[in-house]
Nanobody, 124 residues
Framework: QGQLVESGGGLVQAGGSLRLSCTAS????????MGWFRQAPGKEREFVTA????????RYADSVRGRFTISRDGAKNTVYLQMNNLKPEDTAVYYC?????????????????WGQGAQVTVSS
């Protein structure tokens, strides 16, 4: 059974940066697309970004495009989320995700593997 573990969350001021990491273990995720969702208090979990198994394709939500960058290191079984120019509305629990389905299909209900979540808080 595979496991995803996030790290790197925290508190940052608006305009600052954070990098989240997600390390996969327990099985091979080399053929899995990986990505991130987030859930703010009182809101539904929403798609943020995803990267293909090869790293050659990415997809971003409009709200983060140009500010967030996803990348992966296959040798380390790790995916990263670099978040720049953070805004208070980015405050949420960020969840790492993995699935075999194509990036265009990524929504909460289809994801096969989830991490436990990492809190990101952006103060104004």
């Amino acid at each position: 059974q595979g496991q995803l573990v996030e790290s790197g969350g925290g508190l940052v001021q608006a305009g600052g940066s954070l990098r989240l990491s997600c390390t996969a273990s327990g099985r091979s995720f080399s053929s899995y697309h990986m990505g991130w969702f987030r859930q703010a208090p009182g809101k539904e979990r929403e798609f943020v970004t995803a990267i293909s198994w090869s790293g050659g394709s990415t997809r971003y939500a409009d709200s983060v495009r140009g500010r967030f960058t996803i990348s992966r290191d296959g040798a380390k079984n790790t995916v990263y989320l670099q978040m720049n120019n953070l805004k208070p509305e980015d405050t949420a629990v960020y969840y790492c995700a993995a699935d075999l389905r194509g990036l265009g299909y990524w929504e909460e209900r289809i994801i096969g593997y989830w991490g436990q979540g990492a809190q990101v808080t952006v103060s104004s």
